[in-house]
């Protein structure tokens, strides 16, 4: 089943209080491409790099089978480039440089390939970049879209129309509450739904997700880990989780959201266990179903004995 991936791709300089990288892998297409390759063979990925974009790199998205078609090479100028340091409880980072550079004019075009892809994740991109790659598409069967404080301030009617026009929404708690006006996550919530989206997400980082499907709520779990290096890529990564769950098994139902949901966590635990996608790079799927069983332990309630 085919996936179609569009969003942001980077060169970030992290540190953290457990260490530091001056340079590497980023952007929300990468992180989103590679953990949803896990599920799906078909991944097509629509980004933009510079000139500055190693081979390697290159070599890492096709040896997960990620197609590249839609990849643009500007060699105008480099790649976007990021860099930000995290407080010593990695809940906030700090921003020190942000280059644009050849994001700065990113035009997201679907090649003719891609445009019948029945799975679509719209990266947090600009709001009018994500509505014109559904104008581009065919009658998608589930479309995902992240976003953040910056259009939500920024461009929000823009973001509150395409909103209206996908499947489920996944943003943070803080953005949930900026977005809606709303404290109460609940609430926020039903402000949200009533902007048109089927189902909704929202992550509460190192306090699990909440699910919002069909009239249901579903709270999943965090995994407590022992050894988190980076957060960064953590809510890619489970978007891409995820979905590509719900592409490979083609099942929208309330139950199998809730599975998709673990999946997603599964992925975004990885994730932070090193350094930028380093984790993603050589998964098995025996650890991925050991670790969703790991999730699947901390959510059961043992029966009460009369």
């Not at 035009?107 to 029945?118: A, F, G, M, N």
């Not at 009617?157 to 996908?166: D, F, H, K, Q, Y």
């Not at 499947?167 to 709303?182: F, I, Y």
Request: glycine share 10%; hydrophobic share 40%.
């Amino acid at each position: 089943m085919s996936l179609l991936v569009v969003g942001s791709m980077a060169y970030d300089g992290i540190e953290t209080p457990f260490g530091k990288r001056d340079r590497i892998l980023g952007g929300s297409a990468t992180y989103i491409s590679l953990t949803s390759s896990y599920f799906v063979k078909d991944v097509n990925l629509v980004g933009v790099v510079g000139r500055d974009f190693a081979k390697e790199d290159i070599e890492l998205f096709r040896g997960k089978g990620v197609s590249l078609d839609g990849l643009q090479i500007d060699e105008t100028g480099d790649t976007f480039f990021y860099r930000g340091k995290y407080s010593f409880d990695l809940n906030n980072r700090e921003s020190l440089e942000t280059s644009l550079n050849v994001f700065e004019t990113f035009d997201p075009v679907i090649p003719e390939l891609y445009q019948k892809s029945r799975y679509i994740a719209l990266g947090n991109i600009k709001p009018d970049l994500q509505q014109r790659v559904l104008d581009q598409v065919e009658n998608p069967d589930f479309v995902v879209m992240d976003t953040m404080n910056f259009w939500i301030e920024g461009m929000p009617a823009e973001l509150r129309t395409i909103i209206g026009n996908v499947d489920m929404l996944v943003l943070n708690d803080s953005e949930a509450r900026e977005l809606t006006g709303e404290s109460n996550l609940f609430k926020a919530a039903d402000v949200i739904m009533a902007m048109g989206p089927k189902h909704l997400v929202i992550k509460k980082g190192e306090h699990g997700a909440l699910l919002f499907t069909g009239g249901e709520i579903f709270s999943a779990p965090a995994l407590p880990l022992v050894d988190i290096f980076d957060p960064t890529g953590a809510g890619d990564s489970f978007l891409g989780g995820f979905l590509g769950w719900l592409a490979y098994t083609r099942n929208h139902s309330t139950l199998n959201m809730r599975r998709a949901v673990i999946f997603g966590s599964v992925m975004a635990s990885f994730c932070v266990e090193e350094f930028g996608p380093d984790r993603l790079r050589n998964l098995t799927n025996d650890e991925i179903f050991a670790r969703y069983l790991k999730f699947q332990q901390l959510s059961q309630i043992p029966e009460i004995e009369e």
